[in-house]
């Protein structure tokens, strides 16, 4: 067997969430206990959840790189040699991969079929991103990339925050400071926040409404 060492790279970490979608499952699953997976039928909802995440990977894929799908959520990453949008055009490529959302999700509602209380809880998915930057390692496991490392750490635990009480939304994009400042991200537009994230510094951060300004 051969062994791919380990390599070293630094780059932006980048987790979209789609909020909401555990409990929308439950619900669904909940409301049809007696026709779900009958016959072998998956409902809807599963569909829509993979469509949802095809166009979050299709929207930053490239540049960006998939980590892995990680239930309702995406992880992608970059090396900083990679062409990563910077400055303000980093903020339109986040927002693009939200209008992609909410265009798929719109149309979803469209061919919702059914109408009961779970169902129509598809009305309160949304979709938010956390980016952290800095350094990670790589590692061939199973004949595949995976990140590790103490910012890849930070990166996922900042998924629970208090950015949607700053925001106004829960459709937001979270940056630390770190990365909006090593991708040139102006802080105007946005509001400064300071999380609290167990075994690490106070960690400051910078959080944009990601729905289309009128």
């Known amino acids: 067997m051969s062994l791919v060492p380990p390599r070293a790279a630094r780059g932006p970490l980048v987790l979209f969430d789609i909020g909401g979608y555990t409990s929308f499952l439950q619900a669904v699953a909940k409301?049809?206990?007696?026709?779900?997976?009958?016959?072998?039928?998956?409902?809807?909802?599963?569909?829509?959840?993979?469509?949802?995440?095809?166009?979050?990977?299709?929207?930053?894929?490239?540049?960006?790189?998939?980590?892995k799908l990680e239930?309702?959520?995406?992880?992608?990453?970059?090396?900083?040699?990679?062409?990563?949008?910077r400055?303000?055009?980093?903020?339109?490529?986040?927002r693009g991969a939200y209008a992609d959302f909410e265009r798929r999700l719109a149309q979803a509602k469209?061919?919702?079929?059914?109408?009961?209380?779970?169902?129509i809880r598809l009305d309160q998915l949304d979709l938010k991103a956390i980016m952290h930057a800095g350094s990670f390692v790589l590692t061939g496991i199973a004949g595949r990339e995976e990140l590790s490392g103490a910012e890849v750490v930070l990166a996922h635990r900042l998924l629970k925050n208090s950015a949607a009480d700053v925001a106004g939304t829960r459709a937001y994009a979270l940056l630390t400071v770190a990365a909006a400042d090593a991708y040139?991200?102006?802080?105007?537009?946005?509001?400064?926040?300071?999380?609290?994230?167990?075994?690490?510094?106070?960690?400051?951060?910078?959080?944009?409404?990601?729905?289309?300004?009128?």
Do not use: K, M, Q
Request: include cysteine; charge should be negative.
């Open 31 to 67: 409301a049809h206990a007696d026709d779900a997976f009958a016959g072998g039928v998956v409902p809807p909802a599963y569909a829509i959840l993979s469509n949802l995440l095809d166009g979050i990977v299709e929207a930053v894929v490239p540049p960006a790189t998939l980590a």
């Open 87 to 94: 400055g303000v055009e980093l903020l339109v490529w986040l």
């Open 110 to 119: 469209d061919l919702w079929s059914c109408g009961c209380d779970a169902c």
């Open 184 to 214: 040139g991200v102006p802080r105007d537009g946005g509001v400064g926040l300071t999380e609290a994230v167990e075994h690490y510094a106070p960690v400051a951060c910078v959080v944009y409404d990601l729905r289309p300004t009128a």
């Open 71 to 85: 239930g309702d959520a995406v992880f992608v990453y970059a090396t900083d040699d990679a062409p990563v949008p």
